[in-house]
């Protein structure tokens, strides 16, 4: 049973423009949620975080949005650019403590078309 | 600040073969984890370190795969014998106070 899951495998969106990767979750426990980058033959990288008491998080181009009631989230990258075009990860965690396990869903392979 | 490393970066083995990959974790960083990423989904953790002892390992076939990490720095995964479903990208990851930061991965082929 996945908990979390990445419903599009791949999106392309044009340079400049917004995109928008979303992300649905089934394990009410979880109370933070991240996303991840990830480059061909490269380990997947921190991008942004938000914990459960929040509903937005922003940094930069990159603002992560929290439905709790819908145990929904998405990824809005702001403009786009072709350096973005990599797979996105959404995770998700539960409990205290720094050292949390993540439960991540398939990716969605994003390309930024120039 | 230097990453995660691992070795090797690529392994193609035969099934029932043995093999061993390598991690070292970012200098301080307690907590080590080990992830497989079979092609199309995403990371599913194997085992959770903290310093040398394990945390969780719920998730690892323990008929075929063992993990240690002695002192609490470095890490070994060994897959013994090795199935054609093994095949994935093993990840490692550690953590300090702050998120995960992952390694570049071990490609293994079972053939």
């Known amino acids: 049973d996945q908990q979390v899951k990445q419903n599009s495998p791949s999106l392309s969106v044009q340079e400049g423009r917004i995109s928008i990767l979303n992300c649905d979750y089934t394990?009410?426990?979880?109370?933070?949620f991240l996303w991840y980058k990830k480059y061909p033959a490269e380990g997947p990288t921190f991008l942004i975080s938000?914990?459960?008491?929040?509903d937005k998080n922003e940094d930069g181009r990159f603002t992560v949005f929290l439905n709790k009631s819908a145990k929904h989230l998405s990824l809005h990258i702001v403009p786009s650019q072709p350096g973005d075009s990599a797979v996105y990860f959404c995770?998700?965690?539960?409990?205290?403590?720094?050292?949390?396990?993540?439960?991540f869903g398939s990716g969605t392979q994003l390309t930024v078309l120039p | 600040e230097a990453g995660v490393a691992q070795s090797p970066r690529y392994k193609i083995i035969e099934k029932r073969q043995s093999v061993a990959f390598w991690c070292n974790p970012i200098s301080g960083h307690a907590t080590l984890y080990w992830y497989q990423q079979i092609l199309g989904q995403g990371p599913k953790l194997l085992i959770q370190?903290?310093?040398?002892?394990?945390?969780?390992d719920s998730q690892l076939p323990k008929d075929r795969f063992s993990a240690e990490r002695l002192k609490g720095v470095d890490s070994t995964l060994k897959i013994q014998p090795a199935k054609l479903e093994d095949s994935a990208v093993y990840l490692c990851a550690s953590q300090g106070a702050g998120e995960q930061y992952f390694g570049p991965g071990t490609r293994l082929t079972v053939t």
């Open positions: 370190f903290q310093n040398n002892g394990v945390v969780d």
């Open positions: 995770a998700a965690s539960e409990g205290t403590g720094s050292a949390r396990q993540l439960t």
């Open positions: 394990n009410s426990m979880f109370d933070y």
């Open positions: 938000i914990s459960s008491i929040k």
